[in-house]
């Protein structure tokens, strides 16, 4: 099982950037997607986006389209989000997650994925 660590989170004004990381250990298997999701209190866990491992294919949640951008490193087993121009709306605890790859496309629900980190907070203040 591949085991995820988050870091990045804080406090940051609206209009601001932050970039989150998620370490990868245990091995990545190449038919894998790596995502990340945002949770909100009392919420379900909203997919954010998501890229493939093995040709970094990307898959952008909605909400985020233009703002968000989702990388990865393969010799370092890493995976990024860097987050612009950030919205109050944009605030919630951040989950990297991995999941397999179906071949057809990556997927947006959280019950598609069977790793998670522990998360990273991310405030963003009007």
């Known amino acids: 099982q591949v085991h995820l660590v988050e870091f990045g989170g804080g406090l940051v004004q609206t209009g601001g950037s932050l970039r989150l990381s998620c370490a990868a250990s245990g091995g990545i298997p190449r038919n894998y997607v790596l995502a990340w999701f945002r949770q909100d209190p009392g919420n379900w866990r909203t997919f954010v986006g998501g890229?493939?491992?093995?040709?970094?294919?990307?898959r952008d949640g909605d909400s985020v389209k233009g703002r968000f951008t989702i990388s990865r490193d393969n010799a370092k087993n890493m995976v990024y989000l860097q987050m612009s121009n950030l919205r109050p709306e944009d605030s919630g605890v951040y989950y990297c997650a991995a999941g397999f790859y179906n071949g057809i496309m990556i997927h947006t629900t959280e019950n598609q994925y069977d790793s998670w980190g522990q998360g990273t907070q991310v405030t963003v203040s009007s």
């Open positions: 890229i493939k491992w093995s040709d970094g294919q990307i």
